[in-house]
C-alpha cells in the first residue's frame, strides 16, 4: 500500500525558503500530486497540484510566483520549494497522492515562518 511521508518542515524567517519533500512507498508514476497545509483553526487548503507525468501544474493565488512544485518519479519524491516565506505560510503541510479516485495522505511537517 501507498505511504507517504514529508520533510523537510521547520522554522524559518520571514523572506526565507524551504524545501519539502513528499517521499513515497511505492512508484508515484500513476499519481497525481497535492500539497496542502492547515494552520491552527483553520481548514485544510491546497497549495499546489502536480500532474502524474509532471506536465501540469497548478498553484492558489496566495502562493503562485513563490511556491514551486515538482517531481522525480525515478526517486518516488515529489519536492515543493516555497520561497519568500511569509508569517501567514505558517501550517502543518501535507502531500497527498490521488489516483483511480483513491486519496492517500502523508503525516504532514510543520512549517513555522517567524522572526
Known amino acids: 500500500q501507498l505511504q507517504l511521508a514529508e520533510s523537510g518542515g521547520g522554522l524559518v524567517q520571514p523572506g526565507g525558503s524551504l524545501r519539502l519533500s513528499c517521499t513515497a512507498s511505492?512508484?508515484?508514476?500513476?499519481?497525481?500530486i497535492g500539497w496542502f497545509r492547515q494552520a491552527p483553526g483553520k481548514e485544510r487548503e491546497g497549495v499546489s497540484c502536480?500532474?502524474?507525468?509532471?506536465?501540469?501544474?497548478n498553484y492558489p493565488v496566495s502562493v503562485k510566483g513563490r511556491f514551486t512544485i515538482s517531481r522525480d518519479n525515478a526517486k518516488n519524491t515529489v519536492y515543493l520549494q516555497m520561497n519568500s516565506l511569509k508569517p501567514e505560510d505558517t501550517a502543518v503541510y501535507y502531500c497527498?497522492?490521488?489516483?483511480?479516485?483513491?486519496?492517500?495522505w502523508g503525516q504532514g511537517t510543520q512549517v513555522t515562518v517567524s522572526s
Open positions: 511505492v512508484n508515484l508514476d500513476v499519481y497525481a
Open positions: 497527498r497522492a490521488t489516483a483511480s479516485l483513491y486519496n492517500y
Open positions: 502536480i500532474s502524474s507525468r509532471g506536465g501540469a501544474t
